[in-house]
């Protein structure tokens, strides 16, 4: 079973740039990824990372603007956002699972962290 805690969410006016991490509760070997949810919409996959780094996956809506990372050391993961629109304000889930970036689904989920931007 693995834990999985975020931080960093909030509130940030748009063109801001924020860091959302999570921290398991143990060294995984699990593929990692970011899902959101805004309201009124489906969950959706925004990021994933294999458990090396050397594979990710990006959605459409995050390419260029989203940068996902991780640090085993650390049993960390990272989503960085540039450039935050209005139409990222959504809850982001931290998540762990066995398959691989591009076919990821979350076995593990956290709690979720508010983001909200401002126009």
């Known amino acids: 079973q693995v834990q999985l805690v975020e931080s960093g969410g909030g509130l940030v006016q748009a063109g801001e740039s924020l860091n959302l991490s999570c921290t398991a509760s143990?060294?995984?070997?699990?593929?990692m990824g970011w899902f959101r949810q805004a309201p009124g919409k489906e969950r959706e996959l925004v990021a994933a990372i294999n458990w090396s780094g050397a594979s990710t996956y990006y959605a459409d809506s995050a390419k260029g603007r989203f940068t996902i990372s991780r640090d085993n050391a650390k049993n960390r993961v990272t989503l960085q956002i540039n450039s935050l629109k209005p139409e990222d304000t959504a809850v982001y889930y931290c998540t762990a699972g066995l398959r691989p970036p591009a076919v990821f689904k979350g076995d593990y989920w956290g709690q979720g962290t508010q983001v909200t931007v401002s126009s």
């Open positions: 143990a060294r995984t070997f699990l593929t």
